[in-house]
């Protein structure tokens, strides 16, 4: 379902962007990073009840590659500026 929602949010994208470039925005990396492990560690789940423990332990390398990647990515999200967001409320923040 996660894969299907990152799928879904960056059709969203093109269709209706929120900014000019979409690897501009934050979520943009979080839902790269998060479709990347997914997609790489999935076939590792997939035949992880089928591999014996040493064969487990070498293919297992490729799930902390993809790991890696992903937390690059988080951390590439969480780097970037917050967007100033000029939404005027209907409620102020303080009562004069």
Not at 6 to 34: A, D
Not at 44 to 65: F, G, Q
Request: glycine share 4%; net charge negative.
């Amino acid at each position: 379902m996660i894969v299907f929602f990152c799928i879904l949010y960056l059709f969203e994208q093109i269709n209706t962007p929120e900014v000019v470039l979409v690897y501009e925005s934050y979520k943009f990396w979080i839902i790269i990073g998060f479709l990347i492990y997914l997609a790489g560690g999935l076939s590792l789940y997939i035949l992880a009840a089928n591999l014996t423990d040493e064969e487990m332990n070498n293919y297992w390398k490729i799930n902390y590659a993809f790991n890696m990647v992903k937390n690059l990515l988080f951390a590439v999200a969480f780097a970037m500026k917050k967007e100033n967001l000029n939404t005027h409320s209907l409620y102020k923040p303080y009562n004069i």
